[in-house]
């Protein structure tokens, strides 16, 4: 399984960008698609899944009616849209993918995804 992540930058505050995920190598029917971003001197933190079958969606609070996630399951690419954007959303992004339903105990913990990108980085402006 690759994941190549895009469509980081700068970004005025209440500005908008979309990440896009592109996955490869295997059909991804029954897996679990997770955005994730890590600040400068802080941990890994969840921001947002999905199950690939069925569309069910999570996020985090601090980003939950702002980012939308999403998939398109012909192009194999899973979506991040990211608006009214804070300076506390800058961050390094990185999408990750595991086999298999994870409940609700999983989703948002990092550990529970075999497969990440490489991160593309979103500065806000204040």
């Known amino acids: 399984v690759q994941l190549q992540a895009s469509g980081g930058g700068l970004v005025q505050t209440g500005g908008s960008l979309r990440l896009s995920c592109a996955a490869s190598g295997r059909t991804f029917t029954n897996f679990h698609m997770g955005w994730f971003r890590q600040a400068p001197g802080r941990e890994r933190e969840f921001v947002a899944a999905i199950r690939w079958s069925g569309g069910s969606t999570y996020y985090a609070d601090s980003v939950k009616g702002r980012f939308t996630i999403s998939r398109d399951s012909a192009k194999n690419t899973v979506y991040l849209q990211m608006n009214k954007l804070k300076p506390e959303d800058t961050a390094v992004y990185y999408c990750?993918?595991?086999?298999?339903?994870?409940?609700?105990?999983?989703?948002?913990?990092?550990?529970?995804?075999?497969?990440w990108g490489q991160g593309t980085l979103v500065t806000v402006s204040s």
């Open positions: 990750a993918a595991v086999r298999g339903y994870l409940g609700a105990s999983g989703y948002a913990r990092s550990d529970s995804y075999d497969y």
